[in-house]
Every structure is written in structure tokens, then in C-alpha cells.
Nanobody, 123 residues
Framework: VQLQASGGGLVQPGGSLRLSCAAS????????MGWFRQAPGKEREFVAA????????NYADSVKGRFTISRDNAENTVYLQMNSLKPEDTAAYYC?????????????????WGQGTLVTVSS
């Protein structure tokens, strides 16, 4: 399984970005997907997760109401729509895939990782 994240960039506070993560895998809907982020000098932290069907989601408290995770199983892609961005959202964002099972918020619950895409929120 290979994951390719994209969509990061520089945005002003209050702005929006949409991250994408394309997966090269068969039976994409068998994988729950997650987004994590890691700021300089900090540990990787959970952002959002989505079940294979797309019906179940989980969000970190810090992003609830601002970020939305979604997926297109026909395109093998998961998205993270980020609105009302804050400087504290600045980090490298990573997508991850886990095979079957319940949604996980810990990185150990994921089997495959993409490379990071950098999001910088600054005026």
C-alpha cells in the first residue's frame, strides 16, 4: 500500500485548505483512514479518522467543527477539509491507513503511512 499526500501550503489565519491522500491499494474500502500531524519539536498527534464505508468519523477536540474528513472510494482518495485555520494548526500532516477494525486514534493502530505535507498558517 502506498499513500501520497498533497495539498499543503501557506495560508493566512482563518483561511482554508483541502488535503488529499491518494492510495494505491485494492479494496480501498477495507481500510479505515486517518490524518495525523506533527509540529516541530512535538509528538505526532491524531487529527481525524474515517471508517472504510465513510459512515463513522472521529475527530480530535482541537479540530472539531473546523475540519472534515471524507473519502471517495471510487477514486481511492481520502480528504481533509480544513477551515478556520489557526497558527497552531501549523504542522506536517500525514495520512495513514489501517486494515479493517475499529477507528484508531493512536499511530500504532495504522499499518501504512504517507509522506507528510506541510501546512503553515501565518499572516
Amino acid at each position: 500500500v502506498q499513500l501520497q499526500a498533497s495539498g499543503g501550503g501557506l495560508v493566512q489565519p482563518g483561511g482554508s485548505l483541502r488535503l488529499s491522500c491518494a492510495a494505491s491499494v485494492r479494496s480501498f474500502n477495507n481500510y479505515y483512514m486517518g490524518w495525523f500531524r506533527q509540529a516541530p519539536g512535538k509528538e505526532r498527534e491524531f487529527v481525524a479518522a474515517l471508517s472504510g464505508s465513510g459512515r463513522r468519523t472521529n475527530y480530535a477536540d482541537s479540530v472539531k467543527g473546523r475540519f472534515t474528513i471524507s473519502r471517495d472510494n471510487a477514486e481511492n482518495t481520502v480528504y481533509l477539509q480544513m477551515n478556520s485555520l489557526k497558527p497552531e494548526d501549523t504542522a506536517a500532516y500525514y495520512c495513514a491507513a489501517g486494515y479493517v477494525g475499529t477507528l484508531r486514534v493512536d499511530p500504532m493502530g495504522y499499518d501504512y503511512w504517507g509522506q507528510g505535507t506541510l501546512v503553515t498558517v501565518s499572516s
